[in-house]
């Protein structure tokens, strides 16, 4: 509640809920696109964010991948960066001070290679001033081991997401892979485990060759890909996922503009992730809450959450070639 | 450290060969706070293919509040930048990374092959901006052939420093590399080396200057999607046996700091 504090009544009304987290609008930066935010300050008011999700946190630091590590692909891009970050201890000690001092809530992303860890990690960012949230990484494709099978197997991405509720304190949101057969299988195991929310899409894994070289062009010969081109298929596994779970779902994959998160939303989404559109616009979350509130005032909403889950299905006029029942 | 995202007006486009172009840009604030071995980050399209920036040193400013890329197409961001029509108005963010670290005492010594010609221009200017005195001064300008440094000699010419130039196919100054042009003249006492070219280049003037005990300086590229510490998809093996992150860290480095790609 202590970050709506400033919410300037005469503005529509873009709160949203995610579980008990209350978000004074629904845009978040996506985890591993944002840096640990201060990267982003000279370039952006951060105090404008719904809320803001750090850098993938390993319970040891990680070096990451070889390069080449990304590389452009039509709309979008493929990345291996293999998950380089300082580790939980150096999180706290040197990135969380700055981030507390946010006047937004910091939601911690984390992952790991056994139950253990991602316990282990939660343990210690426990009671950490400033963390106002747990998003659980059941889905890096870029790890040899852990991360992918907890994410495309429903008993273990519910044992992790058991596990790390139980030890959190705080609201704990889990991050789906898409690269499952059935992602709302996962989904439903996740939140009967005690997942608070749900946030989906990871990446989709990928791959691009260079036929000049005739190598893979990532080091890691496959790799995420992420941007404009995984919008439909975010789309549809966040309109499949909230038609079955009662948690609040957050979308992720494309959105570079406020019709892209509002589409989401109209899908079900109770709010947003931006991820690489950040590489390319470094304002672009902040232009996109600027224009929910353009939205909702043409639209004469009181509350941009009258919107979630709006998608209309059921069209007036059916199937003309449709035979009636007898 | 101010960056900045600028609306920018393209005022001028100069093609130099069927593949070397040059823009200039109206962008006053990254004009004013870029410094020698910068670059920008340069959105190519409107929408959203091709989706990221391209990386450029800044080939220099003016007080005018213009800063030019001297560029070569190699791909379709780089193709759709060759097309550009002045006035029109292309999305530039910078300056970005770290510079090179220019000495007010010390000779220079300034080596560009290829399109590692292009920061070195801004380098020299500062250079001469910054001493009493660049008698001692040299640059060594290399290219497969005379059509992509003959169009840039009077612009570098006007420090008054002393210029040598190498050419693959011999069309221009020495036949063959910068490396043995280096190697061919005495280097002035004291002097700091800056390179800036392909690997194999940087790696050779590297050995060079360990050689004969001369700091260098190199600036090295990448690709990367967002220029500012984001991604952490610049990454490059250096010596302290982690990655260093060439918009951050970079893109100039001690040369003994980096592990070459040769």
Redesign the interface.
């Known amino acids: 509640m202590e970050y709506l504090s400033q919410r300037d009544e005469t503005l529509p009304d873009l709160r949203v809920n995610i579980g008990s987290l209350e978000l004074a609008n629904p845009v978040m930066t996506a985890s591993g696109?944002?840096?640990y935010a201060r990267?982003?300050e000279?370039?952006m008011n951060l105090h404008r964010l719904g809320a803001v999700i750090v850098k993938g946190i390993s319970l040891h630091p990680r070096?990451?991948?070889?390069?080449?590590?990304?590389?452009?692909t039509?709309?979008?891009?493929l990345?291996a960066?293999g998950l380089?970050n300082v580790g939980v201890d150096r999180f706290i000690t040197e990135k969380m001070k700055y981030l507390a001092g946010l006047n937004v809530p910091v939601i911690v992303n984390i992952l790991g290679d056994s139950l253990a860890e991602y316990v282990e990690i939660t343990e210690r960012l426990k009671g950490v001033p400033g963390v106002a949230g747990i998003e659980v990484n059941i889905s890096c494709p870029n790890v040899k081991k852990g991360g992918v099978a907890f994410g495309t197997d429903p008993a273990m991405a519910a044992s992790v997401t058991a596990a790390v509720k139980k030890t959190a304190g705080v609201p704990v949101m889990i991050k789906l892979s898409p690269n499952v057969t059935d992602i709302t299988a996962i989904a439903r195991a996740v939140e009967d485990a005690g997942a608070d929310s749900l946030s989906l899409i990871n990446t989709l894994i990928g791959m691009a060759i260079d036929l000049k070289t005739r190598r893979p062009a990532l080091a890691n010969v496959i790799g995420g890909l992420s941007?404009?081109a995984i919008k439909p298929v975010a789309l549809r596994m966040v309109y499949q996922v909230a038609q079955v779970v009662s948690i609040p779902v957050i979308g992720i994959g494309g959105i570079?503009s406020t019709e892209d998160a509002l589409e989401f939303m109209l899908a079900g989404a109770t709010a947003v992730q931006v991820g690489?559109a950040?590489?390319?616009?470094?304002?672009v979350t902040e232009e996109i809450i600027e224009g929910m509130y353009a939205y909702a005032e043409a639209e004469k909403l009181l509350t941009i959450r009258s919107i979630i889950g709006g998608l209309q299905t059921k069209v007036a006029s059916l199937n003309p070639f449709e035979q009636p029942s007898c | 450290?101010?960056?900045y995202?600028e609306k920018a007006t393209v005022v001028r486009v100069e093609q130099f060969s069927e593949k070397n172009f040059r823009l200039t840009l109206d962008c006053p604030l990254i004009a004013e706070s870029a410094k020698p071995g910068q670059f920008v980050m340069i959105?190519t399209a409107v929408g959203?293919?091709?989706?990221?920036?391209r990386p450029f040193s800044i080939h220099q400013t003016s007080k005018a509040g213009r800063i030019q890329i001297y560029f070569k197409v190699v791909g379709r961001g780089t193709h759709i930048l060759a097309h550009v029509k002045i006035g029109e108005e292309l999305?530039v963010?910078g300056p970005l990374g770290k510079g090179f670290r220019l000495n007010a005492l010390a000779p220079a010594v300034i080596v560009g092959g290829g399109l590692g010609i292009a920061p070195m221009l801004f380098l020299a200017k500062e250079n001469s901006r910054l001493k009493k005195n660049c008698d001692n001064d040299l640059i060594i300008l290399g290219a497969r052939e005379k059509n992509e440094i003959a169009p840039l000699l009077d612009d570098f010419r006007q420090f008054g420093l002393k210029l040598l130039t190498a050419t693959d196919d011999g069309s221009l100054g020495h036949h063959g590399f910068v490396t043995e042009v280096l190697q061919s003249v005495e280097l002035p006492a004291g002097c700091i080396v800056y390179a800036c070219g392909p690997e194999p280049m940087m790696a050779g003037v590297n050995e060079i200057c360990r050689f004969q005990g001369i700091p260098c300086q190199v600036s090295v590229e990448?690709?990367?999607?967002?220029g500012?510490?984001?991604?952490?998809?610049?990454?490059?093996?250096a010596k302290k046996g982690?990655?260093t992150h060439v918009c951050l860290n970079g893109p100039v480095y001690d040369a003994e700091e980096l592990i070459w790609n040769i």
């Open positions: 696109t944002f840096g990267e982003f000279n370039l070096v990451g991948n070889p390069p080449p590590r990304i590389v452009e039509a709309c979008g891009m990345n960066i380089q941007g404009p570079d690489t950040n590489f390319v616009n470094p304002r | 450290m101010s960056q995202q959105r959203k293919d091709p989706l990221l920036r999305s963010f990448s690709v990367m999607a967002c500012m510490g984001a991604c952490l998809g610049c990454s490059r093996p982690t990655y």
